[in-house]
């Protein structure tokens, strides 16, 4: 079986190192010439739009599926004339846009911040005036890793915050005081059938993740189990969705939803049964989905500009390397730590060991 | 890092598998145009002797290793001169060639069936008459998977046998009366470190391993360890190596060493903290070696002649599938599963579950 995959990055690439052993093939659509999936399979290097290659891409493969949500809705629509396309144009249509987002969230009764349609600096003037201080002023669309969006803190944030952000349609968010952001990642097969993995704790820098934890048995994971199952259902989704939360006394607050495998998972590869991404390829291509059962206690740590010294890494007891052939540069995901331990106190040491190896580039 | 193989096959694709997420990159040198490694990297498809094509892969690459052992030797010292191969050239000559084999193990004071080098039908009357019957005659080069042999039972059977298997260079190997099969797979790193898999316990049908069961604190590791250590440091061995016994009076008799990662060490994949392909590539890269400690009780089963279907081997619970991607042919190997449980009894009872799935072709 051979899959399309829109997007070469590091997400194609982990889904191809997931899938090869299936017997599954895989080809990326990618502008990029150095896309650091095309080593592990053909790279068809067009534009999203490119209607003469997505065709390409639809006659050699038996279905296709995504990197990332902001794929414009043309290419769905287009694909999906040929080949079966999961996750389903609905799905993509809500999660790249934030305001369609946040309205299925209140619409499914998910607490979320309070949220205002953004579309000129009259209506974040209103906004404001409705929802307070501070708030973020987020694009509705292409915004990840912090990008495209604005905290606003005091009055003067306000003026001329909606040209800031390039007049483009927006949202504007309260201010969540939150005591943790946490993530569910899930996967959903053809047949309605659901598996959550653990909930998982992650700790941001800059709009960037840093840290993801797996947690055990924690509290609120029947209650994000819950809330994920009803966005699942609403989509009639197929493969893994990553669900974010603010984590606010004691309860949950939907922040985002990614219809595709998620940073906050790839602690899966070693740290569960089987991965988020041999997952995702299980329920799109209609196979019995795997265990979501952790293997001994889990974290991911992000490199982020550089991978450390390669040898330094994997010295570190527990530690499993990714990464994801990528030239370095500031701010760029260039791959990321596993460790697996057998206790948490283990865990805990060895997170600090991956730390004390990462600096700030 | 670009890693150069000699051999294409599905060896050199789990080494790919393991190598990428450490930044590796592959190229394949192997004749065969559905090589199956070759989905993860460079397929230079030429012969084994091809002296401009070796030169290219010497050219693009930062080291050389093998995926089979029956390398010809001209081809070692060709690449020898422009590139580090490993493991070294001594180490093929010797696991190549029985009688080499046998020699060492014999200088080495490892114990190891009768035998005899065996040039003529002459020479061979000869060792019959000093062995006895049963004995095993055996190509001294080029026999795997039961290949390139020929059990002796009665005299008549000694008649022509030389002939029989082509005339070419033999040794003659007197009868074991053994109790079972075990392997050990060993990673010796440049600098002399030295690390050891659990002994796995082999079942073999016609000549081909069928299933591969890791021990857990098995009397004879420290043994296997003594003898092993023996050839990888006479050799000087960098890589991966598996040695196979013949369990034999509560002890053990050397039958072969493979100077590469093994069908007998697939279960590392999922049932090692690092992999025998992972420890191979960091021992020939000259990284820190990786635990190989087990996480779980494992067992592999070959998948030969046919990959049973795909949606039934994952539906086995702990079950984790490696399909090669070759064509289907009778008596080829063509994929393997792991299992890795939480116990010997479960281990047990999902060893029965896929061994219902697989029907002989």
Redesign the interface.
């Known amino acids: 079986m051979k899959i399309g995959v829109i997007g070469g990055g590091q997400l194609g690439?982990m889904l191809a190192?997931a899938g090869?052993?299936?017997?599954m093939?895989f080809a990326f659509l990618d502008p990029a010439p150095d896309a650091c999936a095309a080593?592990?399979?053909e790279h068809i290097r067009a534009d999203y739009g490119d209607q003469d290659h997505l065709r390409q891409l639809a006659d050699e493969v038996d279905l296709v599926t995504f990197e990332f949500e902001s794929v414009p809705a043309e290419t769905v629509a287009f694909l999906s004339q040929f080949v079966p396309v999961y996750p389903c144009a609905e799905s993509l249509r809500i999660a790249r846009d934030r305001w369609f987002e946040k309205s299925m969230f209140k619409d499914l009764g998910i607490p979320t911040p309070d949220f205002a349609n953004v579309l000129s600096q009259a209506d974040l003037d209103a906004a404001v005036a409705c929802i307070g201080l501070p708030a973020v002023l987020k694009t509705r669309t292409l915004g990840y890793d912090g990008k495209g969006q604005k905290v606003l803190r005091k009055p003067e944030d306000v003026i001329d915050a909606f040209a800031e952000l390039g007049s483009v349609p927006c949202i504007l968010e309260g201010f969540v005081l939150f005591t943790g952001e946490v993530s569910l990642v899930a996967v959903r097969a053809r047949d309605g059938e659901t598996r959550f993995y653990p909930l998982v704790h992650n700790t941001h820098e800059s709009g960037i993740l840093r840290l993801s934890v797996a947690s055990s048995y924690h509290p609120l994971q029947a209650l994000a189990e819950d809330y994920v199952g009803r966005v699942l259902s609403k989509l009639d989704y197929v493969g893994v969705l990553a669900f974010e939360f603010f984590e606010v006394d004691g309860g949950l607050k939907a922040n985002e939803i990614a219809p595709r495998v998620h940073n906050s998972g790839h602690w899966t590869i070693e740290g569960a049964?089987c991965s988020q991404f041999e997952n995702h390829l299980?329920a799109v291509t209609g196979?019995?989905l795997?265990?979501t059962a952790k293997?001994?206690e889990s974290a991911m740590l992000n490199f982020i500009g550089e991978?450390p010294a390669?040898?330094q890494v994997?010295?570190v007891?527990?530690c499993?390397?990714?990464?994801y052939?990528k030239a370095f540069k500031s701010g760029r995901k260039v791959?990321h730590a596993t460790l697996r331990c057998a206790d948490r106190e283990r865990l805990q040491q060895q997170i600090a060991a991956v730390e004390a190896l990462i600096r700030d580039v």
Chains 1, 2 share one sequence.
């Open positions: 690439r190192l090869t052993p299936l017997g093939s080593a592990l399979g049964e299980r196979l019995p795997g265990s293997v001994g991978v390669v040898a994997i010295a007891e527990d499993h390397l990714h990464h052939g791959g």
